[in-house]
């Protein structure tokens, strides 16, 4: 069986903003390129789905395009973290992509994080959208701990469908560095 990534794109009203709906829609096009130039994403199924106050499926053109998306309402992360919550299923792990500004509250942020950390089997990894990104909001709905710069976005793509689980952290120091890059650390 294939491993699926969800991308989500975040298409609230604060889209509408400083071309962010396009570079939504560009980056999801991206995203579904790689499958055809890289061998390591040809094995990889990605699903697109568009959010606000609801979450919704995005059907590519039949070229296999993504279609213009439209940035409206307010971004609910209840309703996020619903969808996540049904796309996960019994006991099946989860690998998801949010794109967004992560222009939501704080208390929202956190009430999300809480949600889903309690759900096992979800990998969510972030992706910025925007100057005018929250980067610290975007962190804390992170499984990792870290959002990705859109720039970014094969590399949030590849850790999303095939990292590892757990909280990114920076070493302590430059030994710490040396001594796993030696191998011993894994031990």
């Known amino acids: 069986m294939n491993p699926t990534l969800h ?5 609230s009203g604060s889209m509408k903003e400083m071309g962010k709906i396009h ?45 213009p998306l439209t940035a409206r309402g307010p971004s609910d992360l209840g309703a996020l973290a619903d969808f996540l919550r049904e796309a996960r299923g019994e006991g099946r792990a989860l690998r998801a992509l949010v794109l967004s500004d992560g222009n939501f509250s704080k208390a929202d942020a956190d009430g ?23 980067l610290v909001r975007l962190d804390k709905i992170a499984s990792n701990g870290r959002c990705y710069l859109a720039e970014d976005i094969a590399a949030a793509v590849s850790d999303a469908a095939f990292g590892l689980e757990g909280r990114v952290s920076a070493p302590a120091s430059a030994s710490q560095i040396i001594f796993f890059a030696s191998g011993r650390g894994g031990e």
Do not use: H
Not at 7 to 11: C, L, P
């Open 112 to 134: 999300l994080a809480q949600k889903l950390g309690s759900l096992p089997g979800l990998r969510l990894l972030a992706v910025a959208i925007g100057a005018d990104a929250d």
């Open 7 to 11: 991308v989500i794109a975040d298409t």
């Open 23 to 67: 570079l939504q829609r560009n980056l999801c096009r991206y995203a579904s390129q790689l499958k055809t130039l890289n061998l390591v994403y040809s094995n990889l199924d990605m699903l697109f789905f568009q959010w606000s106050a609801e979450v919704a499926r995005i059907r590519p053109d039949d070229d296999g395009d993504i279609p």
